[in-house]
């Protein structure tokens, strides 16, 4: 069997590069070893968190308008109702995939697949499954394995109260204590969704702070509401051991205040996630691995071996859906003879708590961290109309600026939405924006967006609602 262009996944940016491919009148086989395609981001990843996350913030909505005189009986959670629906979220999107995919001709090999040499993949079938050849011989593949939830020694436990990511989206139950490894983005979502859930959520992170990375200032109001929301936050600590008792999981930490132990009725371990490269075959082929498991590549996507490129999780960081996609696409123009090449001023990151973060280009943190000197002009949603209007000014928007010529580098969101605002940024950083043009872009009244122009005028001292003078230099 052969093809003109392999693609190996059938993640975002897998399926991106296999039907843009198609568009361009290329031959295409995408292999995956999942039924449907869509990877984790789609099956067990983004969009089934989102639909959870999606009940939690209608849930908190609800409770919030009891400030307004409006109160709401307690909630009747059926989980067997909530799991349906997610499900059928995915089905209708993984449904679309495969009617795009029969439109574009690509042909679809559920297998396992491994690298026999540069030009050919020894294929496996999954589930019993009959496959037409067990070799498939390429021009070109494009590697998207995306990546798998990281494990740690210390962590591992053979007990089903003992969750990953993709374990805890199931919703076995509503646990009465649920423990969170760490305090990332993946964690933070999905102790948001059990603690709306009726969970009393703990979470224990190593580093000295939520979400690390990210900027104090935008992390600040979310650690404020999860103290609410939570029942603990353990910072600086690390766990030691893990043990099953009875009907509980026994953990063992070290933190500031010395050890400790306590029991809780499930944990759910999110300690990150690592490039699914092994056991490949890529030995076999002149591809390049670093130390932590990522496919070295070029500004177009290309690999030490000419025959392959990699996209997505595989490649490189962030570990991110719409980074993959991008990717994607590039590697297939690549191939198409276009002179293009990944080279992004503004990768967009969200966290889908509540409030979100988002942010864009360069971080404040980044910008220390590189002794790069910028200004920041920040707004926040104390003064915003319709901050306030909904309930929400614990808000803030952040512009990272170059003091020399006034361009903007990046920026930051907390507070409802973010995720969504955070693109009007992308647009400015990609284009180049000075902080002028985004003051003279006028803005709909009253909204959120409307905060991106009135950080702008912050920096000038022009801002209306806030009065804060430009400093002198």
């Known amino acids: 069997m052969e093809t003109q262009v392999a693609v190996l ?33 789609l099956l067990r990843g983004c969009i ?9 913030k209608a849930m908190a909505e609800a ?47 559920r297998a396992r697949a491994t690298f026999e040499d540069s030009q050919t993949l020894r294929l496996e079938p999954v589930d019993h499954q009959t496959l037409e050849d067990d070799r498939l011989r390429f021009g070109h593949c494009i590697l998207a394995t995306g990546s798998l939830p990281t494990k740690l020694k210390a962590l591992e436990l053979p007990s089903a109260r ?137 500004r177009q996507q290309r690999t030490a071996d000419p025959h392959i490129l990699a996209i997505g999780d595989v490649a490189r960081e962030p570990m991110l859906a719409h980074k993959a996609a991008h990717e994607g696409k590039v590697a297939v123009e690549v191939l198409a003879g276009h002179d293009v090449a990944f080279e ?6 969200v966290v889908f708590t509540d409030p979100e973060i988002a942010w864009a280009g360069l971080t404040e943190t980044e910008a220390k961290k590189q002794d790069r000197k910028i200004e920041t002009a920040v707004f926040p949603w104390a003064a915003s109309g319709r901050a306030q209007a909904v309930g929400r000014p614990e808000g803030l928007t952040k512009w990272i600026v170059d003091p020399d010529t006034q361009r903007v580098l990046g920026c930051g969101i907390v507070g409802p939405g973010a995720g969504d605002l955070i ?15 985004l003051t003279e872009s006028i803005h709909p009244h009253p909204t959120l967006c409307e905060t991106l122009g009135f950080a702008a005028e912050v920096y000038f001292g022009t801002a209306t609602d806030l009065y804060r003078p430009k400093r002198e230099k």
């Not at 109160?71 to 979220?89: C, H």
């Not at 993984?94 to 029969?102: C, D, H, I, P």
């Not at 693109?423 to 043009?437: K, N």
């Open 344 to 349: 992004p001023r503004a990768i967009p990151a």
């Open 48 to 56: 089934p968190s989102k639909a959870l996350l999606h009940v939690a």
């Open 63 to 109: 409770r919030h308008l009891a400030d307004w005189g409006v109160a709401f009986t307690g909630p009747k959670i059926d989980l067997e109702a909530m799991r349906t629906r997610k499900n059928k979220v995915i089905a209708t999107l993984t449904g679309g995939l495969a009617q795009l995919s029969k439109k574009r001709n690509v042909r679809l090999i």
């Open 162 to 298: 003992v969750m990953d990511s993709t374990g805890a989206l199931e919703l076995p139950d509503v646990p009465e204590t649920l423990l969170v490894i760490g305090g990332g983005y993946i964690g933070l979502e999905m102790g948001t969704v059990y603690a709306a859930l009726g969970s009393k959520v703990s979470v224990v992170e190593m580093t000295d702070g939520l979400l690390p990375g990210a900027d104090r200032d935008l992390v600040k109001p979310l650690q404020k509401k999860l103290e609410r929301d939570f029942a603990a936050l353990w910072l600086n600590t690390r766990v030691t051991a893990l043990a099953e008792k009875k009907n509980a999981i026994e953990v063992a930490m070290e933190g500031p205040d010395g050890a400790k132990t306590q029991r809780f009725s499930r944990v759910l371990v999110a300690v990150g996630r690592r490039p699914n490269t092994a056991d490949l075959g890529l030995e076999n082929t002149k591809v390049q691995v670093d130390s932590r498991g990522f496919v070295s590549v070029d």
């Open 9 to 41: 996944g059938g993640g975002p940016g897998g399926y991106a590069a296999a039907f843009l491919a198609a568009d361009l009148g290329m031959q295409v086989t995408l292999v995956d070893m999942e039924p449907a395609l869509g990877g984790v981001c």
């Open 423 to 437: 693109g009007e940024a992308v647009v400015a950083i990609e284009m180049g924006a000075h902080l002028r043009d």
